[in-house]
């Protein structure tokens, strides 16, 4: 349960005005992870009493909290963001005096499982010399993350990410340039095609340092890509996103969608029945065409429209290894989007 501190105001000195002393909540972590994804003009207005409106916009609000150990008590300020959907997309704590930093992230480091911070998923980190030169890696175990802190900070940052609600979000404590913070954030990529198509020729890099909890680089030969293990679309379906470069390396080519095989298979059917059926929510663009397609993409064969083809499956059956694929095509400012149920994933192809 969140604390509450009571407002306070100091006595009278001299006929001065009282001052009134900032409320503060307390920095429950697990507690204020579960807001993320509410409301969040429902929220601002349930933490009115800790708002520190001079620091606050119609996109964020700025909160006093604090966070007690054994031996110290921290005063923080939270930021709340909001995002696209007008609901809460980050919490974030950072300490009002910047010496306490390094302190607060041996803490966090240290008593993880008390602050109920979740399970440690590994340490991001990167140094960055006096002559320009940035090496970076990988902590497995918090005990080579506080090492690491040892050797001083100038130069360091240390992202050490924990799944504090299994599913659905982190909680990040950073160090940098000798400043901390503890992010709590979506674990997710959120699917947005409104947002998706726009992707296509932005820079390539800029999306995975944008996503950098989430996401990661990687390459095969000629094939570069950032992939996200874990995305979900405007109605919660999962996929793995790869945001494929171009032969540079600078800009996104294109973009595939792939609804992991271990989702059984009724639920990926009745997914791409709400992607063949034009979804409103998924905001797919103008419906194209429907066809079945070979193992190669090739329309084999034409169907009349989004219901026939939703009626084939419904017929015939997910397609086996051996049958033809059923694909549904968008148009949507200029992006192609298809659609394809085959025997194993339902696939999504955006590209122009």
């Not at 696209?84 to 950072?94: D, H, L, N, P």
């Not at 299994?166 to 340039?177: N, Q």
């Not at 063949?276 to 929510?281: I, L, W, Y």
Request: glycine share 6%; net charge negative; aromatic share 10%.
């Amino acid at each position: 349960m969140l604390s509450l501190v009571a407002i306070i105001t100091t006595g009278c000195d001299n006929n001065k005005t009282p001052e009134k002393k900032q409320a503060r909540i307390e920095f429950d972590a697990p507690a204020l992870a579960i807001n993320l994804g509410e409301d969040f003009d429902e929220y601002r207005l349930a933490n009115a009493d800790y708002i520190i409106e001079s620091k606050s916009t119609d996109s964020k609000f700025v909160m006093g909290g604090y966070i007690e150990t054994a031996t110290e008590k921290y005063l923080l300020q939270i930021i709340v963001t909001k995002n696209r959907y007008g609901t809460v997309e980050s919490i974030v704590a950072t300490p009002e005096t910047k010496k306490q930093g390094e302190a607060l992230m041996r803490h966090y480091l240290n008593n993880f499982d008390n602050e109920g911070l979740g399970i440690w998923q590994g340490a991001n980190w990167k140094t960055l010399s006096s002559s320009g030169t940035i090496t970076a890696g990988v902590h497995q175990t918090i005990e080579q993350a506080l090492s690491q802190l040892g050797t001083g900070l100038s130069g360091l940052t240390i992202d050490a990410i924990f799944s504090i609600v299994s599913g659905r979000s982190y909680a990040v404590a950073t160090i940098e340039h000798e400043n901390f913070k503890l992010s709590l954030i979506n674990s997710f990529y959120r699917l947005d095609f409104d947002i998706l198509v726009g992707l296509l020729g932005s820079n390539w890099s800029k999306l995975q340092s944008d996503n950098r909890f989430i996401s990661h680089k990687l390459g095969f030969g000629t094939l570069n890509y950032v992939w996200f293990y874990y995305a979900l679309d405007l109605n919660d379906n999962i996929f793995n996103m790869s945001a494929y470069a171009d032969e540079q390396k600078l800009t996104i080519k294109t973009i595939r969608l792939t609804m992991p095989e271990d989702v059984p298979s009724d639920e990926q059917v009745a997914a791409w029945k709400e992607y063949a059926a034009g979804d409103s929510t998924l905001s797919l663009g103008e419906f194209q065409k429907a066809y079945l397609a070979d193992s190669s993409g090739a329309e084999v064969e034409p169907l009349a429209s989004q219901a026939a083809a939703i009626e084939y499956v419904n017929t015939k059956g997910r397609p086996t290894a051996f049958d033809n694929d059923v694909v549904i095509e968008y148009l949507k400012n200029g992006t192609k989007i298809l659609i394809t149920l085959d025997a194993q994933f339902v696939i999504i192809d955006i590209y122009r």
